[in-house]
């Protein structure tokens, strides 16, 4: 299943295709790629767990990333804070009291924007999970290239040579940003316009997901 990708070229966004329920032994798992960037993402949860584990008053969410290959580095526990910020923006865990969601992401392939890929996944797989959720989230990655330019969906030699790189996620309902993160050098004018070029761009993402899950119900009840 594939997004209308004459409409993301306008964008400037790379491609997207999805299959959920690709993990049979998980509760909600999405696999997603965008262009050539992979990620695959599971959800188990909410389940008992031990008594040491347990908030009386929500869930306990836990977040693993697994790189392609060797073991976590540094920049791979910040995509796991970055997931968990954005997961705890969005879950309703209050629903879960004593329980665990565990959210589990794999590196399949790295082209570029494999942070976005992952979070996009991460919201798939929830869905798919049937998570209670305040507000499904996209994000989406830009940069500033050498010439000041800012580009969407940037590619990997494009991201090294990049002067700033910025990560916004953003919530379905109002489009407000839920989760941001930068790189490098920029002024607050520079911030805003890749901010709100992204926050337009999270349109197409929302649409690929309401694709999506229309496909996929369609396939159950048919």
Known sequence: ????????????????????????????????????????????????????????????????????????????????????????????????????ITVTVQELEDYGGLLSTCVNSVCLALINSGVAMRHVFAAVLCCVDECGDILLEPEADQLDAARAVF???????????????????????????????CRSASDLVFAFYRDIVSKYSKIIGG
């Open 1 to 100: 299943m594939g997004t209308d990708e004459a409409k993301l070229k306008d964008f400037k966004l790379k491609p997207m295709k999805c299959e959920l329920n690709f993990l049979s032994k998980s509760d909600g798992s999405a696999i997603l790629s965008q262009g050539s960037t992979v990620a695959l993402t599971s959800v188990n949860g909410p389940l008992e767990v031990k008594m040491s584990s347990q908030s009386i008053e929500k869930t306990t969410l836990e977040v693993l990333f697994t790189p392609k290959g060797g073991k976590p580095s540094v920049k791979d526990r910040y995509k796991e804070n970055v997931i968990r910020q954005t997961c705890e923006e969005a879950i309703l865990s209050s629903l879960y009291p004593r329980t665990g």
């Open 167 to 197: 990560s916004f996620v953003f919530d379905e309902r109002d489009k407000s940003l839920v989760t941001g993160f930068t790189e490098g050098n920029f002024s607050e004018d520079t911030y805003r316009e890749a901010m709100e070029r």
